[in-house]
């Protein structure tokens, strides 16, 4: 395989929890056979960030390479559109939302 020809993705970054580790979530489109619509769908990758410079809610490309860890096959190739400050709490909430997750918020 030569370096030029390995598949790049774009999506968008959804965790930066782990160290030099993010997770990007690639979502499209394809044809179901059955109700004959188009029905979206998404996959996680685990991608290497060696510099940290990803962040939540982050656009970036993506490109596979050789594996790093049990799950990392992709390394980060560039950021290509910087998440707004006030999108990233939007996109945390969106994300727990999806996953279930309640914060326990203390009375004060």
Do not use: W
Not at 3 to 17: D, E, L, P, Y
Not at 31 to 43: A, E, F, Q, T
Not at 66 to 77: D, T
């Amino acid at each position: 395989m030569e370096r030029n020809h390995r598949i790049a993705i774009q999506g968008v970054v959804t965790s930066v929890k782990m160290a030099k580790t993010i997770v990007v979530t690639v979502s499209t489109e394809r044809n179901d056979p059955l109700y004959v619509k188009r029905v979206g769908y998404s996959k996680k990758y685990y991608a290497h960030d060696e510099k940290g410079e990803a962040a939540l809610g982050d656009t970036v490309t993506i490109m596979a390479c050789r594996p790093m860890s049990k799950l990392k096959r992709f390394r980060l190739v560039s950021v290509d559109k910087k998440a707004l400050v006030e999108d990233v709490a939007a996109v945390e909430e969106a994300l727990e939302k999806q996953e279930g997750v309640v914060e326990d918020k203390e009375a004060e």
